[in-house]
């Protein structure tokens, strides 16, 4: 029905954003990103999370980084692609307000590995958005990341920047939620973001 006459709504930003590392910030990897060298920004998403700042909307990062617990890296050099990651955010201008790494192995029983929530959970807390989470985002581009969103009642995005097959993981991801939103990256995503 047609209304007339309507109060202009104010446009309604999310109250924050939760970004996936690999495959939406950096360019992943099968063979998971195991040094400083191999953790690459993908084109145009330092520059999102810059923007995101810019318009006072808080990111966290929530992240499986099972190749610690499998034993792949050490915590030294995982803290050094941590802290390469951090510097280059910060380089754009861009700022991170909370991150959540779960480093666990798939086996290790943890509640923090996505597709659990136990990370958006956290982050949600951090943020004091635990009561609201339907006004945040996560952006991810696996099925796992939307799963554990929707477990926290937090809406999916997927980018399509990952190593996977992009439209097998839509596809799928429309079972569950038919209108979920799909971006070729995070530049992409946050553009369409930023203009509502
Ligand atoms: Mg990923």
Redesign the pocket.
């Known amino acids: 029905m047609l209304m007339y006459g309507m109060p202009n709504l104010e446009p309604t930003l999310p109250k924050a954003i939760l970004l996936?590392r690999?495959?939406?910030i950096n360019f992943?990897s099968p063979d998971y990103i195991l040094s400083p060298e191999q953790w690459r920004a993908i084109p145009g998403s330092l520059e999102a999370i810059a923007k995101l700042t810019q318009a006072n909307i808080p990111v966290a990062i929530v992240s499986n980084q099972s190749a610690v617990g499998r034993g792949m890296i050490d915590n030294a050099i995982f803290q050094n692609i941590h802290a390469k990651m951090l510097l280059s955010i910060e380089a754009l201008g861009g700022q991170i307000d909370h991150v959540a790494y779960c480093i666990h192995a798939p086996d290790d029983g943890c509640t923090c590995r996505k597709p659990l929530p136990g990370m958006m959970l956290d982050s949600l807390t951090a943020l004091n958005l635990s009561t609201e989470p339907q006004s945040v985002y996560m952006i991810?581009?696996?099925l796992r990341?939307m799963q554990a969103a929707w477990a926290a009642n937090v809406s999916g995005i997927l980018v399509q920047s990952?190593y996977g097959d992009a439209a097998d993981i839509l596809a799928k991801a429309r079972l569950h939620d038919p209108h979920i939103q799909a971006f070729p990256d995070l530049a992409a995503a946050v553009c369409s973001i930023l203009k509502h």
Do not use: F
């Open positions: 996936d690999d495959g939406v992943d991810g581009d696996s990341d990952g």
